[in-house]
């Protein structure tokens, strides 16, 4: 069975960093693209950042130039480098792939961006 299971987050200031980490179990790791998405109060779910199989990746408008994803693929783990917070990027965060047709999420984890 596919479990995404997430650690990381936190309470930062604006200009802060925090990394989110999503470690994978019960799939080929390596094969699957993966996925951090973010979601507000009030707004719907976004995707922040995919990175492929072979390392490929792509970002929000909205957090490119400031936020990093990553994988290990002999640890089966997916990171989230956040550089430069701001207040907008408050959110639940979490980590996600499609699996067989089928979505499996991380339980998400609090980032707060505040003074």
């Known amino acids: 069975q596919v479990r995404l299971v997430q650690s990381g987050g936190g309470l930062m200031e604006p200009g802060g960093s925090l990394r989110l980490s999503c470690v994978a179990s019960g799939l080929n790791f390596r094969l699957y693209p993966m996925d951090w998405y973010r979601q507000a109060p009030g707004n719907q779910r976004e995707l922040v950042a995919r990175?492929?199989?072979?390392?490929?990746?792509n970002y929000a408008d909205s957090v490119k130039d400031r936020f990093t994803i990553s994988r290990d693929n002999i640890w089966n783990r997916l990171y989230l480098q956040m550089n430069n917070l701001k207040l907008e990027d408050t959110a639940v965060y979490y980590c996600?792939?499609?699996?067989?047709?089928?979505?499996?999420w991380g339980q998400g984890t609090q980032v707060t961006v505040s003074s």
């Open positions: 990175i492929a199989s072979d390392t490929t990746t």
């Open positions: 996600h792939v499609q699996y067989r047709e089928r979505d499996f």
